[in-house]
């Protein structure tokens, strides 16, 4: 399984950003989606993640409010629309995929960077 994102870019603080990420590869489906991103010198952290068996979506608090995690398990594609982007929010987004085994993110896209001027 292959995942793609896009939509990274240079925005400034109070922008909004929209990312996308696509799965592909043979006879998959998805458990779920979501988004991660690391920060220059920290850990990966959870961001957003949506469950599709029961259209349940989470966040993390920090974007609570300013993000939206959105897709359509039937396609696995996964969206996340950044509304007044902090500099905080300045990292590398990672788009994930629970393929193989339901409570984990298996699958991992490249990566979109996103950066946030003040």
């Known amino acids: 399984v292959q995942l793609q994102a896009s939509g990274g870019g240079l925005v400034q603080a109070g922008g909004s950003l929209k990312l996308s990420c696509a799965a592909s590869?043979?006879?998959?489906?998805?458990?779920?989606m979501g988004w991660f991103r690391q920060a220059p010198g920290k850990e990966r952290e959870y961001v957003a993640g949506i469950n599709w068996s029961v259209g349940s979506t989470y966040y993390t608090d920090s974007v609570k409010g300013r993000f939206t995690i959105s897709g359509d398990g039937a396609k696995n594609t996964v969206y996340l629309q950044m509304n007044s982007l902090k500099p905080e929010d300045t990292a590398v987004y990672y788009c994930?995929?629970?393929?193989?085994?339901?409570?984990?993110?298996?699958?991992w896209g490249q990566g979109t960077l996103v950066t946030v001027s003040s």
């Open positions: 994930a995929a629970r393929v193989y085994i339901v409570g984990e993110y298996d699958s």
């Open positions: 590869g043979r006879a998959f489906s998805t458990y779920g």
